[in-house]
Structures are given as structure tokens and as C-alpha cells.
């Protein structure tokens, strides 16, 4: 519960607002407001910020902080509330793109023009990388800043207008699926082999689940009872932002990136005889069959390794979860249970991104017209 002083109150809407000094005008404090669903999370917030504004002797002057001073408040504000991986991503948005371009301006000295232009400045010559950037790259960027903005906004500092900040067309990539000659021939491969990587690509062409995911699996995330498989953490690499570490990078196990990708999935029957063949420890993980797990850049050269030797084409890992939805689609899955499947927080993602018609399916569909007489 809060103590007398800290400036912390249970609002009658349900969420916790904390009160912060951000700057003085004419010897008057000018208070800054966070929220948060719980009086622990609002209050790491503020501890967060005030952090920040230690590190700068006190409370910013509202004519002298600058886009770099309100995106680190931002960032330590945020923190407490998201994944570490997802923190590291915006700081790395912050640091190499964002603060390159404005880092250094005072917030009273960027007009929206300014901004408004900014989208064609990463396009072209994008932070301290100065080459062009795609359009997919340059919209995540520009949803790190609009959060800036915005939260600068609500703690009234003098933040440009964002009316005319227009997102680049994104480039929708063509999406690889394996042909039926290649399936076949996998297919074939894998179920004649017992090694780990067969197993990690079985899973993958008949689940769907992500590479992060399958290097998470354990064998006790298979209920052999039930024949459902349950997806609850996922081995990523991000950066490491301890200035102390050796390393550039670090490996984490963390639970999927979305409340949705924490799913049950029904597995088929000869999978489910296939795993039940090579069961392990349940503290085990999958592809490895010991307590270590495999990171999923490791993983992924073992793949190109197997399928090389196959003489398949250069598909990627990522190929093996789009043929998976296709299929899922030719034979007849309704959206819906696809969705929850594969892990998507909405039917829509299943099907503009991961579902692609083959032309035996179009002609299918089109030869149901026909010319009738009057």
C-alpha cells in the first residue's frame, strides 16, 4: 500500500497513478503522471524515471530537455511492464535510428515537419547504420517514436504533433512454402532417421511451432495421456545491454512473445507414435534429450545442413511453419482453430500472412463457376 508522501493513488477508474516532478517553470513544479493496474508496477515506474532524472541533477527544464532525455524516461518507464526482449528491442530502436537522427534536439526545437520527414530520412539513410532501410524496419522504428511522443504528451512536455507522420507501404515479402515433390522427399528422410534435427523438423511441418519454441520444448511439455503438446517458453538470443558483459548478446528462456503463442496443440496420430518412440526424461528438452538446450541459431545450421544434404532447395526454417498453415488450409481447417494453433492473437494474421493458396486451390475454386440457363 502506499506511504504518506510517495505520491501514489488508487484512481476510482481501477489503475494506480503515481505523481513526478519532470521540470519548474518559474520556480514552479511541473508534475509528470505514470499508470499501472497495480500499486507495485506503478511504483517501480516512478522509481524507474526518478532513476533517469537523477542521472541529469534533478527534474528536467522544460526548454532544455532534449528527444534523447524524454525516449530514456520513456524507455525506464516502460521496463517494468514488458519482456526483457522486447525492452532490449526498443532501446536498440532508441540508440541506433532514433537518437542518431534527434537524439540531441531540444523537444521545443523539433516541429512536425521535422517529423513528418523522418520516415524518408531511415528509408534512405537510416541511423548510424547510413544505409537504406526497409519498410518493415522503418515502421517498427516509427512505432517506438509515436510512444515517445505520446508519452511526452501526457506528461505535457512541448512534444511535436504526430497528425502528419505517415507510414512507409510495406513490400509484402513472397512467401516460400515446399512443393509437394520436396515434402515428399523430407518426409520420406525423417521418418526413416532418429536423429534430432529429423525430430525438430517433423515437429515444425506438422505443428507449426516456431523455431524459439521448438528449442524450448521439453518432454514434459508433451502430455502422453492426452496427445496435446504444450507451448510455454522460447530460447531467444538479444542483446545484452550490462556495459560489463563481455558479450554483445545473450541467451534467454522466457515464456513465447505473446499470451496467445502460450497454446495446447493437438498432436496427429503418427506424431503423436513417433514421439512416444523417442520419449525422454520430462525435464529433458526435446532436441537435445538432456537439461541443455539448443540455442536456435545452432539449431537452424544444423537444418540447412540436412536439407543441403537432401538437395532441397534453400528454404528456411520459417518455410516449414508456412507449409504447415497452407496445408492446414487445403485441407479444410476452419480459420478460427488454425489461428489458435499456430499462436496468433487474431484470425486475420492467420490468414494474410501465413496462409497462402496453391493454384491447384484457386483452380479448385474457380471451376465451381459455371454458365447457367435461363
Given at each position: 500500500m502506499p506511504k504518506?508522501?510517495?505520491?501514489?493513488?488508487?484512481?476510482?477508474?481501477?489503475?494506480?497513478?503515481?505523481?513526478?516532478?519532470?521540470?519548474?517553470?518559474?520556480?514552479?513544479?511541473?508534475?509528470g503522471y505514470l499508470y499501472a493496474a497495480t500499486y507495485g508496477e506503478v511504483k517501480a515506474k516512478k522509481e524507474a524515471v526518478i532513476s533517469v532524472l537523477s542521472k541529469t541533477k534533478g527534474a528536467f527544464c522544460k526548454d532544455t530537455i532534449t528527444f534523447a532525455d524524454l525516449s530514456a524516461l520513456w524507455l525506464r518507464s516502460v521496463q517494468v511492464s514488458i519482456k526483457e526482449s522486447t525492452y532490449t528491442r526498443y532501446v536498440r530502436i532508441a540508440e541506433?535510428?532514433?537518437?542518431?537522427?534527434?537524439?540531441?534536439?531540444?523537444?521545443?526545437?523539433?516541429?512536425?515537419?521535422?517529423?513528418?520527414?523522418?520516415?524518408?530520412?531511415?528509408?534512405?539513410?537510416?541511423?548510424?547504420?547510413?544505409?537504406?532501410?526497409?519498410?518493415?524496419?522503418?515502421?517498427?522504428?516509427?512505432?517506438?517514436?509515436?510512444s515517445v511522443i505520446r508519452f511526452g504528451e501526457e506528461n505535457e512536455y512541448a512534444v511535436?504533433?504526430?497528425?502528419?507522420?505517415?507510414?512507409?507501404?510495406?513490400?509484402k515479402k513472397a512467401i516460400t512454402i515446399l512443393s509437394d515433390e520436396n515434402l515428399s522427399k523430407i518426409q520420406q528422410s525423417i521418418l526413416n532417421s532418429e536423429d534430432t534435427v529429423s525430430l525438430g523438423i517433423i515437429f515444425a511441418l506438422f505443428t507449426g511451432i516456431r523455431i524459439g519454441e521448438l528449442c524450448g520444448l521439453k518432454w514434459g511439455d508433451i502430455n502422453f495421456d492426452t496427445g496435446v503438446v504444450h507451448i510455454r517458453r522460447t530460447v531467444e538470443r538479444i542483446a545484452d545491454l550490462d556495459h560489463l558483459s563481455e558479450h554483445k548478446t545473450k541467451i534467454i528462456v522466457n515464456e513465447p512473445k505473446t499470451k496467445s503463442s502460450v497454446r495446447s496443440i493437438p498432436l496427429p496420430v503418427f506424431l503423436f507414435d513417433y514421439l512416444k518412440k523417442r520419449r525422454k526424461q520430462s525435464s529433458f528438452y526435446v532436441l537435445t534429450s538432456n537439461l541443455s538446450y539448443t540455442e536456435p541459431h545452432q539449431f537452424y545450421t544444423l537444418y540447412k545442413?540436412?536439407?543441403?544434404?537432401?538437395?532441397?532447395?534453400?528454404?528456411?526454417?520459417?518455410?516449414?511453419?508456412?507449409?504447415?498453415?497452407?496445408?492446414?488450409?487445403?485441407?479444410?481447417?476452419?480459420?478460427?482453430?488454425l489461428s489458435e494453433i499456430l499462436g496468433h492473437s487474431s484470425i486475420t494474421t492467420t490468414l494474410s500472412i501465413y496462409v497462402h493458396p496453391t493454384m491447384n486451390q484457386k483452380k479448385q475454386q474457380m471451376n465451381k463457376l459455371n454458365f447457367s440457363h435461363q
Open positions: 504518506h508522501g510517495e505520491n501514489i493513488y488508487h484512481r476510482k477508474d481501477g489503475r494506480w497513478e503515481a505523481r513526478y516532478i519532470r521540470f519548474y517553470e518559474n520556480g514552479k513544479a511541473k508534475y541506433k535510428y532514433l537518437n542518431p537522427i534527434m537524439g540531441d534536439l531540444r523537444l521545443n526545437r523539433i516541429d512536425s515537419a521535422f517529423i513528418n520527414n523522418i520516415p524518408q530520412i531511415l528509408l534512405k539513410s537510416g541511423g548510424i547504420y547510413k544505409k537504406e532501410l526497409s519498410s518493415k524496419t522503418v515502421s517498427d522504428i516509427l512505432c517506438v517514436l509515436k511535436p504533433s504526430l497528425k502528419g507522420l505517415k507510414f512507409p507501404q510495406k513490400n545442413r540436412y536439407i543441403k544434404k537432401l538437395g532441397l532447395d534453400d528454404y528456411t526454417f520459417h518455410a516449414l511453419r508456412h507449409t504447415f498453415a497452407t496445408r492446414c488450409v487445403e485441407l479444410g481447417f476452419d480459420a478460427k482453430s
